[in-house]
């Protein structure tokens, strides 16, 4: 049995368009495609996410000796209302391993941000408080997520925020966050992680701070960048939040400052604690 097969569920094979009505391919990323598909049985429209295994086995093989559960077996074990569900997943018959997701409508939380679109005060408290909840649902799972940024969420059309994506998501154990992996999305990318040090859970916290105050200011607390290179400038201190909202109340202002603390042992400890911090927020 290969690498891939072992970690998506052995060797029985699905024909996916046999099985699935193809209705739209809403987005190539990374290591993966994304299809919005018809259940041919049910009629039921789901997601499914084909892995590209010539893009993702250099990530996956690190953790070959380390017995690392597959992205579907992880999505299984996240459950919260800020999270996508994670239905089943397999091999195709044409080797590729894919997931079958719930289907989520809305807009990526990058779109209006980029597209400097504001928020208003609530939303913008009630989206930074949906976005910890579901890294909180993470953490509590025993994982580490790695990837927290705006392009792995989704805005559903009733304000409802979810999280997307466990393709770098890893278990919360030292060995799979040992120095060297330096993976995750560049502008989001905690300092530790830049600069190839020991890390742990609070690597999530810095990237959720990050997302966070694009969330209530509109734009990154530093200069974006296309390359590794970009992320050593948040060992110094972000833009002042309150230049782009002068109202945000100042716990909010005080516990995302808190999140983005170069240093992982001044930063904020949990999700938990972050979410203590603002409960009386209001706009």
């Not at 699935?20 to 049985?41: I, P, Q």
């Not at 992880?74 to 391993?97: F, H, M, Y």
């Not at 609530?122 to 993470?138: E, P, S, Y």
């Amino acid at each position: 049995m290969g690498f891939f097969s072992s970690l998506f569920g052995g060797s029985d094979r699905t024909d996916l368009w046999k099985r699935f009505e193809r209705l739209r391919e809403s987005s190539s990323g990374t290591m993966s495609t994304f299809y919005k598909v018809r259940d041919l049985k049910s009629g039921q429209v789901l997601g499914l996410k084909i892995i590209d295994t010539a893009k993702s086995a250099p990530v996956e093989s690190r953790y070959k000796s380390l017995d690392k559960p597959g992205e579907g077996e992880i999505g299984q074990k996240i459950a919260g209302p800020n999270i996508v569900r994670t239905l089943e997943w397999g091999t195709s018959t044409t080797g590729d391993p894919f997931l079958v997701l719930e289907y989520v409508d809305g807009v990526l939380l990058h779109s209006p941000i980029m597209s400097r679109k504001p928020f208003s005060p609530a939303q913008r408290i009630d989206l930074v408080r949906q976005a910890a909840t579901a890294i909180a649902a993470v953490h509590d799972a025993g994982f580490v997520h790695r990837d927290i940024c705006p392009r792995n969420f989704i805005i559903r059309p009733d304000g409802r925020l979810v999280l997307i994506d466990f393709g770098l998501t890893v278990p919360d154990r030292p060995a799979f966050l040992q120095p060297g992996n330096r993976i995750g999305t560049p502008n989001y990318m905690a300092p530790e992680v830049v600069r190839r040090r020991q890390a742990d859970k609070r690597l999530d916290i810095f990237s959720f701070g990050v997302t966070a105050y694009e969330i209530c200011a509109g734009q990154a607390p530093w200069p974006r960048g296309a390359s590794g290179n970009a992320a050593l400038a948040h060992d110094s201190p972000p833009a002042d939040i309150r230049e782009h909202w002068p109202e945000i109340p100042p716990p909010l202002a005080a516990a995302i400052a808190s999140c983005l603390e170069p240093d992982p042992a001044r930063r904020v400890g949990s999700m938990a604690e972050f979410l203590a911090s603002i409960a009386g927020v209001k706009a």
